[in-house]
């Protein structure tokens, strides 16, 4: 499902390379995100870069937190879902917060 969107990212912005995507619950993702980040709570996405050949590196995404996100921005499931993918993929790509990654989360959504 967004396998294209995450292509069209990594060619926009000129990285080479594979991006993996997995889809975890909320138990996972703070299991994930105390061992990385050393924050025990649950999570709605987590990048990890892998620097490896090929590799750019593998997005995690709590399904159970995005829907929770959804009701809570009032937008569809997979708006969220498409969010928290292009928010994981651009950090991947180099981007941090703030006012140049909203930008072009705006942008990417859109694909």
Do not use: W
Request: charged share 30%; net charge positive.
């Amino acid at each position: 499902m967004f396998k294209h969107l995450i292509k069209n990212i990594l060619r926009k912005e000129k990285v080479t390379g594979i991006i993996n995507l997995v889809l975890v619950g909320d138990q996972e993702i703070q299991r994930l995100n105390k061992e990385f980040r050393g924050k025990d709570k649950p999570t709605d996405v987590l990048a990890f870069p892998m620097g490896e050949d090929g590799i750019v590196g593998d997005i995690a995404i709590s399904t159970e937190t995005a829907k929770r996100n959804a009701l809570l921005f009032g937008v569809g499931y997979k708006a969220e879902m498409t969010r928290l993918v292009v928010h994981g993929a651009l950090h991947l790509c180099g981007y941090r917060h703030g006012p140049r990654m909203r930008d072009a989360e705006k942008t990417y959504q859109k694909l």
